[in-house]
């Protein structure tokens, strides 16, 4: 397929917010790619170049796009920063700079190469070779290779692969909406999306899953297992504010294991080989080689996919310790100085694959003993702390006793038959009741940050009050919740305004706000907000379509940031809008 085609699709899906046309649009064009390209399609149009859990991304710096269209066009940085001010969009920026390009002002070696068509996969490798150019000089040969590439194509198309290169494509078409395409394109229907998507989940890998069906069918799709080295999509937990309504939520029986308050981890062995990916799915394999190291010192079998929570932990003391501890293992340099400053511990939960087989279709007390079968305890490792509950006052007691030992609350599972594992579902078969849920003033949520106003006084010159949303998983939309200005120490601002300056944009088409505000960012950054209640808004579009009125929104009132910068989640994975629909009904009852 040439790029000029895609390019095109791409176009017309700029033009509508309108999902099933978004659907319709995109099927039209994918249907007549081949299975050797239908994978880096779908990567691309999703803006990766990999899989996340691969960890190789296109992620160049504006001012390095800048430069190339410069380059490419024959103008200074300065007129090319003034057109960008003025749209607020590189794309359009590339558009206009190409269309307006006079013939003599072409590089010298483009004009032989003008006519050229590239197809998309020649535009991946390109991608891909900008990619991994590093060290001394790889600034100067990405900016030459892009403009290189600038200079051979359409207009249209360096709208597209300048906002590719610099991660800002913004066409609005999340994995759901791309399995759907797929599923319509090859298959005539919408209706095999599910199929797709018991695929992806079980790993992680929209290449895959996209070349498979173009490859070898539906039915090869459907039979598609677990791997190990492919994360699994992570299971998740609906929230829950009373131990009457947990146990309500399991007819009377129930399996409770303490809450850890830590970094989910999925761990992949095979032989000494020995794979961490955080619940994003992000490879964090480097971050942590002293638990690579206790896994081969603990595992019974050679080979296994299981899950748990790193938690940071004083053995001295024998005590789990806070959050903000384990948070700072989260960095990719001077890792073996932080390893002896802040040393860890691993509570094993669940197991997803041994012996050969994936264990996602077991049950819950199955694949919970599976685990003494893989693994060892020991000073290093534990097993997640379990009871079997059958009555509210044992809920209760064994919450206390969680958060006595430095968890955050306790998880409630299902026992019963059918207990499986959902991969990348937030199902009722997991609930979570935490120590903030039970005041009912202080119930958190991850959110996004949207947008900023600048902000007075102290603040001035920094982004002083925050929009924040939460995603909308039925409309793939980002909608509004709150604006926040309290719980911020000066260093916070200072960081968020370092963080997010490189992510202002014009509004993002994904975000669905009544509310403005005077700068909007690439919807990124997740953190933690406590508020007093939620309400019902005529500001704010979160919720809107499952409340009553058109116009009814939900907005959280009194909102005050916790000081926790949720790095573990994905944008996509914030506090749902239809989590919090079903808290405010809590609330309300
Ligand atoms: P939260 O921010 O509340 O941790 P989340 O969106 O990351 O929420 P949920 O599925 O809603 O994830 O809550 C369960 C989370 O709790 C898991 O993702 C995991 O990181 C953590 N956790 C801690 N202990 C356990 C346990 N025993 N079983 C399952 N998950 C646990």
Same mark, same amino acid.
């Given at each position: 397929?040439?790029?000029?085609?895609?390019? $095109?699709?791409?176009?017309?899906?700029?033009?509508?917010?309108?999902?099933?046309?978004?659907?319709?649009?995109?099927?039209?064009?994918?249907?007549?790619?081949?299975?050797?390209?239908?994978?880096?399609?779908?990567?691309?149009?999703?803006?990766?170049?990999?899989?996340?859990?691969?960890?190789?991304?296109?992620?160049?710096?504006?001012?390095?796009?800048?430069?190339?269209? /410069?380059?490419?066009?024959?103008?200074?940085?300065?007129?090319?920063?003034?057109?960008?001010?003025?749209?607020?969009?590189?794309?359009?920026?590339?558009?206009?700079?190409?269309?307006?390009?006079?013939?003599?002002?072409?590089?010298?070696?483009?004009?032989?190469?003008? $006519?050229?068509?590239?197809?998309?996969?020649?535009?991946? =490798?390109?991608?891909?070779?900008? /990619?991994?150019?590093?060290?001394?000089?790889?600034?100067?040969?990405?900016?030459?290779?892009?403009?290189?590439?600038? @200079?051979?194509?359409?207009?249209?198309?360096?709208?597209?692969?300048?906002?590719?290169?610099?991660?800002?494509?913004?066409?609005?078409?999340?994995?759901?909406?791309?399995?759907?395409?797929?599923?319509?394109?090859?298959?005539?229907?919408?209706?095999?999306?599910?199929?797709?998507?018991?695929?992806?989940?079980?790993?992680?890998?929209?290449?895959?899953?996209?070349?498979?069906?173009?490859?070898?069918?539906?039915?090869?799709?459907?039979?598609?297992?677990?791997?190990?080295?492919?994360?699994?999509?992570?299971?998740?937990?609906?929230?829950?504010?009373?131990?009457? =309504?947990?146990? =309500?939520?399991?007819?009377?029986?129930?399996?409770?294991?303490?809450?850890?308050?830590?970094?989910?981890? *999925?761990?992949?062995?095979?032989?000494?080989?020995?794979?961490?990916?955080?619940? #994003?799915?992000?490879?964090?394999?480097?971050?942590?080689?002293?638990?690579?190291?206790?896994?081969?010192?603990?595992?019974?079998?050679?080979?296994?996919?299981?899950?748990?929570?790193?938690?940071?932990?004083?053995?001295?003391?024998?005590?789990?310790?806070?959050?903000?501890?384990?948070?700072?293992?989260?960095?990719?340099?001077?890792?073996?100085?932080?390893?002896?400053?802040?040393?860890?511990?691993?509570?094993?939960?669940?197991?997803?694959? /041994?012996?050969?087989?994936?264990?996602?279709?077991?049950?819950?007390?199955?694949?919970? $003993?599976?685990?003494?079968?893989?693994?060892?305890?020991?000073?290093?490792?534990?097993? @997640?702390?379990?009871?079997?509950?059958?009555?509210?006052?044992?809920?209760?007691?064994?919450? *206390?006793?969680?958060?006595?030992?430095?968890?955050?609350?306790?998880?409630?599972?299902?026992?019963?038959?059918?207990?499986?594992?959902?991969?990348?579902?937030?199902?009722?078969?997991?609930?979570?009741?935490?120590?903030?849920?039970?005041?009912?003033?202080?119930?958190?949520?991850?959110?996004?940050?949207?947008?900023?106003?600048?902000?007075?006084?102290?603040?001035?010159?920094?982004?002083?009050?925050?929009?924040?949303?939460?995603?909308?998983?039925?409309?793939?939309?980002?909608?509004?919740?709150?604006?926040?200005?309290?719980?911020?120490?000066?260093?916070?601002?200072?960081?968020?305004?370092?963080?997010?300056?490189?992510?202002?944009?014009?509004?993002?088409?994904?975000?669905?706000?009544?509310?403005?505000?005077?700068?909007?960012?690439?919807?990124?950054?997740?953190?933690?907000?406590?508020?007093?209640?939620?309400?019902? @808004?005529?500001?704010?579009?979160?919720?809107?379509?499952?409340?009553?009125?058109?116009?009814?929104?939900?907005?959280?009132?009194?909102?005050?940031?916790?000081?926790?910068?949720?790095?573990? #989640? /994905?944008?996509?994975?914030?506090?749902?809008? *239809?989590?919090?629909?079903?808290?405010?009904?809590? $609330?309300?009852?």
């Amino acid at each position: 397929m040439k790029f000029k085609d895609l390019s $095109q699709c791409y176009f017309k899906l700029e033009k509508t917010q309108k999902k099933l046309e978004m659907v319709d649009i995109l099927a039209d064009t994918i249907q007549g790619a081949d299975s050797k390209e239908i994978g880096k399609i779908a990567l691309l149009t999703l803006g990766k170049l990999y899989p996340d859990f691969i960890g190789i991304e296109l992620m160049l710096a504006e001012r390095m796009a800048i430069k190339s269209l /410069a380059i490419a066009t024959g103008k200074s940085d300065k007129s090319v920063q003034a057109l960008l001010d003025e749209s607020g969009d590189l794309g359009k920026t590339a558009h206009k700079l190409l269309e307006n390009k006079p013939q003599s002002t072409l590089l010298a070696f483009t004009k032989q190469e003008e $006519q050229q068509e590239l197809s998309v996969l020649d535009i991946w =490798e390109i991608f891909d070779s900008i /990619a991994k150019m590093s060290g001394e000089g790889s600034s100067d040969r990405k900016i030459r290779t892009l403009s290189g590439l600038i @200079s051979k194509v359409s207009p249209l198309e360096a709208r597209y692969i300048i906002r590719m290169v610099c991660g800002q494509l913004r066409l609005g078409v999340a994995t759901q909406l791309l399995l759907e395409a797929l599923s319509l394109a090859k298959t005539g229907t919408r209706e095999n999306k599910g199929v797709l998507e018991r695929a992806y989940n079980r790993t992680s890998d929209i290449e895959f899953v996209a070349s498979t069906l173009f490859a070898e069918g539906l039915e090869k799709i459907s039979k598609v297992e677990v791997k190990i080295f492919n994360p699994i999509r992570v299971m998740l937990a609906q929230r829950v504010s009373s131990s009457e =309504e947990l146990l =309500e939520r399991f007819g009377g029986k129930v399996a409770l294991e303490y809450k850890y308050d830590g970094l989910r981890v *999925q761990i992949h062995k095979k032989g000494t080989t020995v794979k961490l990916f955080s619940r #994003k799915p992000e490879d964090i394999t480097n971050q942590f080689p002293d638990v690579i190291e206790f896994i081969n010192n603990a595992a019974k079998e050679d080979e296994f996919i299981i899950e748990g929570e790193i938690v940071a932990y004083d053995l001295q003391k024998d005590k789990i310790l806070p959050f903000q501890q384990v948070s700072q293992r989260k960095r990719k340099h001077d890792i073996d100085k932080k390893i002896s400053e802040v040393p860890v511990r691993v509570y094993l939960f669940d197991s997803l694959y /041994a012996f050969g087989k994936s264990e996602i279709e077991s049950d819950y007390f199955d694949r919970r $003993q599976l685990l003494e079968k893989l693994v060892e305890t020991n000073n290093n490792i534990q097993y @997640s702390h379990q009871t079997v509950a059958e009555n509210a006052d044992d809920i209760e007691n064994f919450f *206390q006793q969680a958060l006595e030992n430095g968890c955050e609350g306790v998880m409630g599972k299902d026992i019963s038959k059918g207990s499986s594992y959902q991969a990348g579902a937030r199902g009722w078969n997991w609930v979570k009741y935490k120590a903030d849920y039970v005041d009912k003033l202080s119930d958190s949520f991850d959110l996004v940050i949207l947008g900023a106003d600048y902000g007075k006084g102290k603040r001035a010159g920094l982004y002083g009050t925050f929009l924040m949303g939460s995603f909308d998983m039925i409309d793939a939309v980002y909608k509004t919740f709150t604006k926040v200005a309290t719980g911020f120490s000066d260093k916070n601002l200072q960081y968020f305004y370092d963080v997010l300056k490189k992510l202002e944009r014009a509004k993002p088409k994904e975000i669905l706000s009544d509310t403005e505000c005077q700068i909007w960012f690439e919807p990124s950054i997740v953190i933690e907000v406590t508020g007093a209640e939620i309400t019902v @808004s005529q500001i704010h579009t979160c919720a809107r379509g499952l409340l009553g009125g058109k116009t009814d929104g939900l907005a959280l009132r009194f909102p005050r940031f916790t000081g926790r910068i949720v790095e573990d #989640k /994905a944008p996509e994975d914030s506090t749902s809008n *239809q989590e919090i629909h079903t808290i405010y009904l809590n $609330q309300i009852r």
